[in-house]
């Protein structure tokens, strides 16, 4: 089979879900003398990049796609980066959870999927996070950005959620060293409040997500 081939089939296999197939294409492909390196570049990553395409000209594409493609993509990168020849470059760090009183956590998994596959490192608190708890671990792990997915509007505007953790980057002096970007239902309704809570970006869903914060990472640093 042929580079082109393995994409095809790849592309298919996450398409439709089925990590099994997934698996079973990459397996092939490093039989096949594809290193790791080729199946995370030009399998892996494209196939998230393609993805975040088509879920921008279609907003209403399916929320289980979404999640199974980046937990396909998360475990082929997990696999593939233990077989490098050398550590990979990570381009840059993440913090990321649910807002104060929010237990949901399918949206925040979407987004930490398809961000390891990109190769940034992810450092995932959990639900129900604090201000002080985001902030805190952001500068413990030199990140560049603070994520924070809320599911409820109370959730996202509440004291110690987005509003808090911006107040405490002004306190610090921070808020040019780590962005701040939020997610969930309440900012699809109203695509004015990221501004309302401090955020510097918003996304619209877990996928796309990963774009925006591979964007943030690039100004903080820059």
């Not at 911006?166 to 921070?174: H, M, S, W």
């Not at 869903?205 to 690039?218: M, P, S, W």
């Amino acid at each position: 089979m042929t580079l082109t081939n393995y994409i095809q089939a790849y592309n298919e296999a996450v398409f439709e879900t089925d990590k099994p197939a997934a698996l079973a294409v990459v397996n092939q492909a490093l039989r096949d003398g594809l290193s790791p390196e080729d199946v995370v570049f030009k399998l892996v990553i494209p196939a998230v990049e393609s993805m975040m395409e088509r879920i921008e000209k279609d907003q209403d594409s399916n929320l289980a796609q979404h999640f199974m493609t980046a937990q396909i993509a998360a475990d082929v990168t997990e696999k593939m980066l233990e077989k490098f020849s050398s550590p990979p470059e990570i381009i840059g760090k993440v913090v990321i959870g649910a807002a104060s009183g929010d237990l949901h956590s399918l949206g925040k998994r979407i987004v930490s999927g398809c961000l390891k596959s990109l190769m940034v490192k992810v450092i995932d608190l959990g639900i129900n996070v604090g201000a002080e708890q985001f902030v805190e671990a952001a500068v413990a792990n030199d990140a560049q950005v603070i994520a924070i997915s809320a599911m409820m509007v109370h959730t996202a505007t509440g004291e110690n959620g987005s509003i808090k953790v911006r107040a405490l980057l002004k306190q610090r002096g921070l808020e040019d060293r780590i962005k701040l970007a939020v997610g969930g239902a309440p900012y699809r309704f109203d695509p004015a409040l990221f501004r309302k809570v401090g955020a510097d970006a918003w996304a619209p869903d877990g996928v796309t997500a990963a774009k925006v914060i591979v964007r943030l990472i690039n100004e903080a640093k820059t």
